[in-house]
């Protein structure tokens, strides 16, 4: 049997992905351009990422008539659409159990429970083919942000034992992984009963052979003194976080049922930077919320150039029938929202340009994750895009570069170092 897998939205989507990507391969299935079996893992998180789903199935559906098709994922769980056509349709739970639905596959298979009573489905991966390894150890979110369908389609918060995760953690870092990304839905909440998100953090630094590890996702609320104690004696943990502010405005962080004001993160991070003064803090920013006013939009902006983010996601708006904000007034209009969109994008480019600069003339080391017509591309712990000439050899190796100019989106450097592992 062959498949092909589509994947939308998130990193936890892909992850998930490359766990069915690998439970198929361990079973005998292969990857093709042709394939017996189509599986699309949907996104819900905004208007667009449900048009784009449901765009890609019917395109799939077309393309591949005679090919069993599976639809899965975020959208799945929030529409609960027994009418999609697709012989099999699963929401967010037994997706590890792909391979029995498949050898057992009779007739249409409907498979969507109620997600609020769904334990932790572990996954994990065995056969992980890229530089940077991921780890999932977390699932769902009891946030309820008033503009967000995630905890609608992801449940409550539940996590992977930490044995289990310092287990997986070791296992890559065996089969040669130098980076490992901890991922989850809501990944700073992680608890495994009194066992904290900074007592694994503390755990993970400590094994030997990793040479980084990165944090997909935090929230403000959740960088406590104890994770600071981490961030300020591991070197570890990596120079950069993406920390989502989502609104620099407190009448509409209030609005968005955040869980902080301007002032509580703007002060948090100060505290951050005074630990690790070169950190590369990225975030989410929301334009176009409910009510958001020119007002709002510049105190954003104002608070956003005090922060000094080196990168912002900037995404517009979207109402998400069944949140709270769906059903507010005010409703911005779109070509509001994508005035607004456009100037934050200028902004990030001109904040990202401006901390690429301070490194011209540094050694520093990335690990290259890309080959391509002589050269390697690659991260820095920072998250710096690093642009060489090298051999291919070099993949997944740490190198030591010199800086020499910004070539944006990258940093052309000259290698002046390495040491192969493997």
């Excluded at 694994?200 to 990793?210: T, Y």
């Excluded at 929230?219 to 004696?233: G, S």
């Excluded at 779109?334 to 990202?352: A, D």
Aim: positive net charge.
């Amino acid at each position: 049997m062959t498949y092909k897998i589509f994947t939308l939205g998130c990193k936890v989507n892909e992850y998930e992905s490359e766990v069915i990507k690998n439970l198929l391969e361990n079973h005998g299935y292969k990857k093709s351009d042709s394939p017996d079996v189509c599986i699309v893992n949907t996104c819900t998180v905004t208007n667009q990422a449900d048009s784009k789903s449901r765009k890609m199935m019917r395109s799939i559906r077309k393309k591949y008539p005679k090919a069993i098709l599976v639809v899965m994922g975020c959208m799945i769980q929030n529409k609960k659409d027994k009418d999609i056509d697709a012989d099999i349709i699963i929401g967010n739970q037994h997706k590890t159990e792909i391979v029995s639905y498949l050898e057992n596959y009779k007739d249409k298979l409907y498979l969507v429970d109620d997600i609020f009573k769904a334990p932790f489905e572990n996954m994990k991966l065995n056969n992980f083919d890229l530089t940077r390894a991921y780890i999932k150890i977390e699932d769902g979110c009891d946030n309820y942000c008033s503009y967000c369908i995630i905890p609608y389609v992801r449940g409550h918060v539940r996590c992977k034992k930490h044995e289990d995760v310092i287990l997986e953690a070791k296992s890559l870092v065996k089969n040669g992984h130098r980076e490992i990304v901890l991922t989850g839905i809501h990944t700073g909440h992680y608890h495994d009963g009194s066992y904290s998100f900074a007592d694994l953090l503390n755990d993970l630094v400590k094994i030997d052979g990793l040479k980084r590890l990165r944090i997909s996702s935090i929230e403000i609320t959740e960088i406590n003194d104890k994770v600071m104690d981490i961030i300020k004696k591991s070197d570890v943990l990596v120079n950069h976080m993406h920390i989502p502010l989502q609104s620099g405005s407190d009448e509409i962080l209030k609005q968005m049922n955040r869980k902080y004001d301007k002032n509580y993160f703007v002060n948090k991070i100060k505290k951050l930077k005074e630990i690790k003064p070169d950190i590369n803090v990225t975030t989410d920013v929301i334009v176009g919320f409910p009510g958001e006013s020119e007002d709002n939009f510049e105190e954003c902006i104002n608070t956003i150039k005090k922060i000094g983010f080196t990168k912002i996601h900037v995404f517009p708006y979207s109402d998400r029938e069944g949140t709270k904000a769906s059903k507010m007034q005010n409703k911005v209009s779109g070509t509001i929202k994508k005035m607004r969109v456009k100037r934050l994008l200028e902004i990030s480019k001109n904040l990202e340009i401006e901390y690429m600069k301070k490194h011209i003339g540094k050694e520093m080391t990335f690990i290259p994750e890309v080959y391509d017509d002589g050269y390697l591309t690659g991260h820095t712990a920072n998250y710096l895009f690093v642009k060489a000439k090298g051999d291919k050899c070099l993949l997944g190796q740490e190198v030591l570069v010199n800086i020499s100019k910004v070539e944006y989106p990258y940093l052309l450097s000259e290698i002046k170092d390495f040491e192969l592992s493997r």
